[in-house]
């Protein structure tokens, strides 16, 4: 019977569709995993105090957020080094953020379970998010102003939340200043520099020009000025106040409200708390700029950069794609060149991104950034040239791979468009190309921007699922 | 080094002999001339020397390039002193008739020679010829090593181990989904499947590198097992299948068995990694990493080849995929219809009838596959480890030509020899993709032109 079953193939067809499922439980999996990884990050976990005996004996407290567990065979425990008893199957061990890399040098460590002797969530744990050192983990003990002791025990808590308000309102306004007016004359002063550079490598300096010059900048120096008048007062400001705070090994190190950038104490937060939280640091993870070298704040820069690059290169790349689809497939006339052409647009499509990139860095960056850099922008540094260069080498070489793939999708779709259509028309008495314009493009259109924009999304990489059936 | 009256110069260099005790050696000899070499100077920043000999003749050469640069007449008596200046673009050599020459010397990129690129060279202070790829080091006398060869293996490596992954599921996927799936389920899979392809390749090499690298090393048996048992486990289900009252199962199946098999794949292979781990007690004593190490003498690389399969194999997957599912399913109905009415099984009309017909379509969908596997530069950047080893073994690491040239590029100094030998190994990378892509279009061409004519 089971000859007579395997001789009609039916098992063949299973393990072909065992394929199929194969695949399916991939995509979705590695989606699964990158959503549950990544949207579990911002949720406030617990902060656990572990009373711990160091494999020395000493007994010691631990505070932190309990990150990870690994779990590994006694037999694979023991080749690592570990001392195993008879009757442990395996060996757990706790991975703890531990924070408080100020003091103790390290931010996350492993524990062992079989030696934490006792673990509990006391309410008063409090978590100090800091725009330098990382996260600080322990408890609140007083708040000073200008180093006097303000509120201490159980007040200290409601005050602290009214002076870090405070402080972050004055941070604010000193980044405001900074960035938008301050920003603001630094790059008149920039701009004055470079016309009187201008003027003076077109020998049109004189004195005229000169006192105009000075008197102009005089003047922004004078705002100059008062910004940093303002500027000082508000940094004493922000620097009056402080929180005293003491960490898992009792020590009590202060903590300056200038350096904090929110405050919580997590084992008190009601579930409505926790998802505020998460709000709020999702918003701040897409719309703000990275702190500490990228390990914390937001991601915004690398967004926008994307974004642009995008955009620019499908401004300057669709008409490309698209015109150049529409001739080959409607108007050229079908023979050994646009065979030729076809096959060159597949390659286009399909040579490797590094490869247009190092094209892009010795062409476009390296040869012309050194003729336009004169051309485009005398007087200036070695810096602007190569970011212009860098900028058209990027939408340019991402913009070749688009290029392709636009391509090579326009021309499925318009192959897909019944040539009934056009050659009923033409034997009407249209015009190729108005007949083209009223019905190709009309039908072609909406699901070709949707097509173009998802080939853009797979990162400018490779036109992504577009060409990947290739060109018809 | 040493020259001879004869002509000969030879280089020796301290290699350490089977006794491991250092000894000089004889690396390699040139034949500098015919007569007696006078001297012999040596370039102060690379590699390079020159050499002298009796009749005035000066000659300029690469040792490990083993290459000769020039070899002109300086002057007509015999020289009696020769010197290079430092940067080595000039030389000076004073002759015996009382003469001083001074020569300027255009001798930008010695290091590079078909030998140097593509052959076994003997490096100093190495036990034997090899091939290695080490661009720069820390100290100054230091000899560039720019073998290609390495890179073009672990590329080729790369790709091999990602073909092998991705070519089965993706051919048996596309052959299931154009043929035997029911439409409704084919108008989900067929874009669920294209959508992987849309995914970054930053992404799947990031969690490779990451995620999938760490959890492989840990649960090295419950791969192999898994490996197993899935396949036996879907058999075991569809040959119980076929008991079901044909009431339910023609409900339920008629081209949906793919969904009816996802819960079965995942229940077989959390059972293997459940299996494993009293298996790999039992039978290796507890770590298949150590018991590969100990009793078969493999080391494992937690970034290794494995990895890079898997991971490169999914991100090639959908490539396969959509191009093979498109050609089968352009088989014309009328031939399957016709096999059908003269009796053949399903799958006897598929086996011969329509993959044949749609063979050339599936050999281009893997040519291309190929072509995206070679050129493939994130997933191997971020899994692979970057050691440019020359190893078939699937648990050490790689280094293909797409990541070195991403890793070296931005420290290059622009114009020098290693910089330019990064656009060749871009160029070499061009021309494998450019070969593959350009086959399977050609290819593709014919078989519409074959089709339109059905």
């Given at each position: 019977?089971?000859r007579?079953?395997?001789k009609s193939g ?13 695949s ?7 989606l ?42 006694a037999?694979?425990?023991k ?15 706790y991975?703890?953020?531990a ?5 103790t040098?390290?931010?996350?460590r ?7 002797k ?42 602290v ?15 405001h200043?900074?960035?938008?007016e ?23 300096w004189d ?25 000082s ?15 898992e ?39 703000d ?5 990228n ?17 620019m ?17 409607e ?32 062409f476009?960056c390296?040869y ?9 922008f ?27 793939g636009g ?5 499925r ?6 040539q009934?259509?056009?050659r009923?028309q ?10 083209f ?5 009309a ?13 853009c999304?797979?990162g ?7 060409n ?5 | ?30 034949k500098?001339s ?34 000769q640069?020039?070899?002109e ?13 430092p ?26 020679s078909?030998?140097?690129?593509w ?12 091939y290695?790829?080490?661009s720069?080091?820390?100290?100054s ?22 073909m092998?992954?991705?070519?089965p599921?993706?051919?048996m996927g596309?052959?299931y ?10 108008q989900?899979v067929k ?23 760490p ?13 197993m ?37 995942l ?28 009793e ?18 999914f ?36 086996v ?5 017909t ?29 050691t440019?080893?020359?190893d ?9 030509l ?35 892509n350009t ?16």
């Amino acid at each position: 019977m089971i000859r007579l079953w395997f001789k009609s193939g039916t098992p063949w067809v299973w393990l072909n569709a065992a394929a199929v499922s194969t695949s399916l439980i991939m995509v979705v999996g590695v989606l699964g995993l990158i959503l549950v990884r990544g949207a579990g990050h911002f949720w406030p976990s617990p902060v656990v105090q572990f009373t711990y005996q160091e494999p020395n004996g000493q007994i010691q407290t631990i505070i932190g957020e309990h990150v990870d567990t690994s779990i590994t065979p006694a037999a694979m425990a023991k080749s690592t080094g570990y001392a195993m008893a008879d009757d442990e199957d395996t060996l757990v061990q706790y991975l703890i953020k531990a924070g408080n890399r100020d003091i103790t040098g390290t931010d996350f460590r492993w524990i062992l379970e079989r030696n934490v002797k006792q673990q509990q969530s006391p309410a008063e744990l409090m978590v100090v998010e800091r725009r330098e050192w990382g996260n600080f983990y322990g408890r609140l003990v007083a708040v000073k102003e200008s180093g006097k002791i303000i509120a201490e025990g159980a007040e200290a808590w409601p005050a602290v939340q009214t002076k870090i308000d405070e402080a972050l309102t004055v941070f604010k306004k000193i980044a405001h200043l900074e960035k938008k007016e301050v920003g603001a004359i630094n790059y008149s002063l920039e701009k004055l520099r470079l016309k009187q550079k201008k003027l003076q490598l077109e020998n049109l300096w004189d004195t005229e020009t000169e006192q105009r010059v000075a008197a102009e900048k005089a003047e922004l120096e004078v705002e100059y000025k008062k910004y940093q008048a303002q500027l000082s007062e508000l940094y004493q400001q922000i620097r009056r106040d402080s929180l005293v705070a003491k960490t898992e090994s009792g020590a009590e190190i202060e903590i300056p409200l200038n350096k904090v950038v929110r405050i919580f104490q997590p084992n008190t937060m009601s579930v409505f708390d926790k998802i505020v939280h998460y709000g709020v640091k999702v918003v701040e993870f897409l719309t703000d700029e990275p702190r500490e070298a990228n390990t914390e704040g937001g991601i915004f820069p690398a967004i926008f950069g994307t974004v642009m690059m995008v955009m620019m290169m499908s401004i300057i790349v669709t008409p490309f794609g698209v015109i150049a689809a529409v001739y080959l497939r409607e108007y050229a006339k079908q023979g050994f060149i646009t065979r030729l052409i076809r096959i060159s647009v597949n390659n286009l499509a399909g040579v490797p991104s590094i490869v247009y990139g190092v094209f892009g860095l010795g062409f476009f960056c390296l040869y012309p950034g050194r003729q336009h850099r004169s051309a485009v922008f005398p007087g200036s540094g070695s810096c602007a040239g190569l970011r212009y260069a860098g900028v058209v080498m990027g939408f340019n070489h991402a913009g070749f791979t688009h290029l392709a793939g636009g391509h090579c999708f326009n021309r499925r779709r318009l192959g897909a468009y019944p040539q009934v259509y056009t050659r009923r028309q033409s034997g009407l008495g249209r015009y190729q190309t108005g007949n083209f314009m009223a019905d190709g493009v009309a039908d072609g259109k909406p699901c070709d921007d949707d097509r173009i924009d998802s080939g853009c999304g797979a990162g400018g990489r490779r036109s992504g699922s577009v060409n990947a059936g290739g060109c018809r | 080094m040493i020259g001879d009256s004869s002509g000969l110069v030879s280089q020796w260099s301290m290699v350490k002999d089977k006794l491991n005790r250092p000894a000089m050696q004889k690396t390699r000899s040139f034949k500098v001339s015919d007569k007696a070499v006078v001297s012999i100077n040596a370039e102060q920043r690379r590699k390079g020397f020159m050499t002298t000999d009796a009749d005035g003749i000066v000659g300029i050469y690469h040792s490990t390039a083993e290459r000769q640069m020039i070899k002109e007449r300086v002057s007509d008596a015999l020289p009696t002193a020769a010197v290079l200046s430092p940067r080595a673009n000039a030389l000076l050599v004073q002759s015996a008739d009382g003469k001083m020459h001074f020569w300027h010397i255009d001798n930008e990129h010695p290091e590079v020679s078909i030998k140097s690129l593509w052959q076994k060279v003997w490096y100093e202070s190495y036990p034997k010829p090899d091939y290695i790829w080490q661009s720069s080091s820390a100290n100054s006398d230091f000899e560039p090593k720019y073998s290609l060869t390495p890179l073009v293996f672990g590329t080729l490596k790369a790709a091999f181990y990602a073909m092998l992954v991705a070519m089965p599921l993706a051919l048996m996927g596309a052959i299931y989904t154009a043929y035997f799936m029911a439409p409704r389920m084919r108008q989900y899979v067929k874009p669920s499947i294209e959508i992987m392809g849309a995914l970054p390749t930053v992404i799947l090499g990031f969690l490779a590198g990451l995620w999938l690298a760490p959890f492989m090393e840990e649960h090295l048996a419950g791969l192999f097992v898994m490996l197993m048992i899935i396949p036996v486990g879907v058999m075991l289900f569809a040959f119980a299948w076929q008991f079901v009252p044909k009431a339910i199962a023609h409900n339920l199946s008629g081209g949906w068995d793919a969904a009816l098999l996802i819960p079965i794949i995942l229940l077989s292979g959390w059972f293997a990694f459940k299996v494993s781990v009293p298996l790999e007690a039992f039978l290796f004593h507890g770590s298949l990493r150590d018991w590969f190490k100990t009793e078969l003498g493999i080391g494992y690389d937690q970034r290794n080849a494995l990895v890079v399969g898997v991971a490169m194999g999914f991100a090639v997957i959908p490539t396969i995929f959509s191009i093979a599912e498109d050609a089968i399913f352009s088989v014309p109905k009328h031939l399957t219809v016709g096999s059908l009415a003269l009796g053949a099984t399903p799958w006897q009309t598929m086996v011969r009838v329509v993959l044949l017909t749609a063979s050339p379509g599936i050999f281009s969908a893997v040519m291309i596959g190929f072509g995206r596997a070679v050129g493939e530069t994130m997933i191997v950047l971020m899994a692979t480890g970057n050691t440019p080893v020359m190893d078939l073994s699937v648990f050490q690491g790689l280094r293909t030509l797409a990541a070195n040239i991403a890793v070296e590029m931005p420290e290059s100094e622009v114009d020098s020899t290693h910089y330019r030998v990064l656009f060749l190994a871009a160029l070499v990378l061009f021309m494998f993709t450019f070969v593959f892509n350009t086959l399977a279009e050609v290819i593709r061409q014919r078989l519409r032109e074959k089709y339109s004519s059905l």
